[in-house]
């Protein structure tokens, strides 16, 4: 049993990480298309090209 705890708090950390991840990301792609670096379909594109590699 404790062993399924330690698992499930390791889990609930990596989730909680990732969802850190996401929002930095989130957040940098909003001031990138405010300042007209970037745009979604730009963006878009570039994701599929690098999971496609």
């Given at each position: 049993m404790l062993?399924?705890?330690k698992a499930l708090s390791n889990v609930?950390?990596?989730a909680s990480e990732?969802?850190?991840y996401d929002t930095?990301?989130?957040a940098l792609?909003?001031?990138l298309e405010e300042k007209g670096q970037i745009?979604?379909?730009e963006?878009?594109?570039r994701i599929?090209?690098?999971l496609h590699k």
């Open positions: 062993k399924s705890n609930n950390q990596i990732l969802d850190i930095m990301i989130t792609t909003e001031i745009n979604h379909e963006w878009e594109k599929q090209k690098k």
